[in-house]
């Protein structure tokens, strides 16, 4: 089993900057893809960015691309999403998740472990 745990949302003002980090625990993650997903209220859930376990290939939300950089350090365990210039449509409850595929996926299907989320709020 793997355990995620997400942290670094907040409140924000638009074009800010917000920096999340998602801890894993349990088994090692090390061979795993893992992405980023958000949820806006009333809303399904939504791909954001994924990275594959080598840690060479990335995959982004269009409307992401060039403002969210997704990262992983597998020594120490953690996964992350550097978020720049962000907009009110940004705000939603972001998680991360890994998966025993390959590459990186927006399919949600594809991942085995979720973590709770953290909140992401951007103001106007």
């Known amino acids: 089993q793997v355990q995620l745990v997400e942290s670094g949302g907040g409140l924000v003002q638009a074009g800010g900057s917000l920096r999340l980090s998602c801890r894993t625990s349990?088994?090692?993650?090390?061979?795993?893809?893992m992405g980023w997903f958000r949820q806006a209220p009333g809303k399904e859930r939504e791909f954001v960015a994924a990275?594959?376990?080598?840690?060479?290939?990335?995959k982004y939300l269009d409307s992401v691309k060039g403002r969210f950089v997704i990262s992983r350090t597998d020594v120490t365990g953690m996964l992350y999403l550097e978020m720049n210039r962000l907009k009110p449509e940004d705000t939603a409850v972001y998680y991360c998740?890994?998966?025993?595929?390959?590459?990186?996926?927006?399919?949600?299907?594809?991942?085995?472990?979720w973590g709770q989320g953290t909140q992401v709020t951007v103001s106007s």
């Open positions: 349990g088994r090692t993650v090390g061979n795993m893809a």
């Open positions: 990275i594959d376990f080598k840690d060479v290939n990335t």
């Open positions: 998740a890994a998966g025993r595929m390959v590459g990186p996926s927006s399919d949600p299907a594809l991942y085995d472990y």
